[in-house]
Nanobody
Framework: QVQLVESGGGLVEAGQSLRLSCTAS????????MGWFRQAPGKDREPVAG????????TYADSVNGRFTISRNNVNNTVYMQMNRLKPEDTGVYYC??????????????????WGQGTQVTVSS
């Protein structure tokens, strides 16, 4: 089992920044893919960013590419997402996600083995 604990959400104005953190515990993340999904009110949960734990190679949804940056720290088992130039349409609950089979499974199949509890991000216009 992998436990994921998120932090860093909040209320900001459009154009401002936030950084989300997700700390994993329970087992090694070798060969895992980690990522962030978000769910806006009335909409399906969607992938926002993903990262290969072993190599740090990232991938992004088109809507956030160039504004968000995902990274990980192997020492403290934490994945981060720096969110810059936030827009009202970025509002939603952000969930940390882990997949033991890698980035393809996480990003293309949207298969998630472990979820965090979610953290609210609200961007006012």
């Amino acid at each position: 089992q992998v436990q994921l604990v998120e932090s860093g959400g909040g209320l900001v104005e459009a154009g401002q920044s936030l950084r989300l953190s997700c700390t994993a515990s329970g087992r090694s993340l070798t060969n895992y893919a980690m990522g962030w999904f978000r769910q806006a009110p009335g909409k399906d949960r969607e992938p926002v960013a993903g990262i290969v734990w072993n190599t740090g190679v990232p991938t992004y949804a088109d809507s956030v590419n160039g504004r968000f940056t995902i990274s990980r720290n192997n020492v403290n088992n934490t994945v981060y997402m720096q969110m810059n130039r936030l827009k009202p349409e970025d509002t939603g609950v952000y969930y940390c996600a882990a997949n033991a089979d890698g980035l393809g499974s996480l990003w293309l199949s949207r298969e998630v083995h472990y979820w965090g509890q979610g953290t609210q991000v609200t961007v006012s216009s």
